[in-house]
């Protein structure tokens, strides 16, 4: 089983910017849930700030306790994300590091987005329910493949 992501940035969402705040405790800990219970054996991280980066976090950990898992960090071009504080540690963890491009472009993130859906089984969204922006494309990207979409909970969001 493959599961993608696809969720908001911490601005959108009014989280912290330091993943390691409790405020994304509860997200973390539901992505890790959904993980184990659909038996994923990939997980595709598009590596933006925020949700792609949490995804990254669970599944690290959930590799730590032995849980055979492969990390796919799918970037839209080489180099995004570098100067975030924890590029070099989910990189150095990641199974497969896919820069889809050399430079970056309007519109990579775009194709970086289906990518994602193109090689995922579920699709699990953190999404605030706003029609507009790269997570509600993607969603729509997925339902036009078919692919299963789980929903974060707004509970878990609106802590």
Known sequence: MKIALTGHRHERLGFDNNLNHPSWYPLI?????????????????????????????????IKQYGYPLKLHCVLPC???????????????R???????????????????????????????AIWDGNKSGGVWST????????????YCPKEILER
């Open 139 to 150: 969603i729509r990207k997925a339902q036009k493949a078919g692919k299963t979409i789980i």
């Open 78 to 92: 080489k180099n995004y994300q570098s100067s975030h504080s924890l590029y070099d540690y989910i990189k150095n």
């Open 29 to 61: 800990d539901w992505m890790k849930s959904k993980i184990q219970e659909y038996k994923a054996t990939d997980v595709y991280s598009g590596m933006a700030e925020g949700c792609d980066m949490a995804f990254a976090l669970a599944a690290i950990k």
């Open 94 to 124: 990641a199974d497969e590091w896919i820069e889809l491009s050399d430079e970056f472009y309007k519109g990579c993130d775009n194709v970086r987005d289906q990518y994602m859906v193109d090689h995922c089984d579920v699709l699990l």
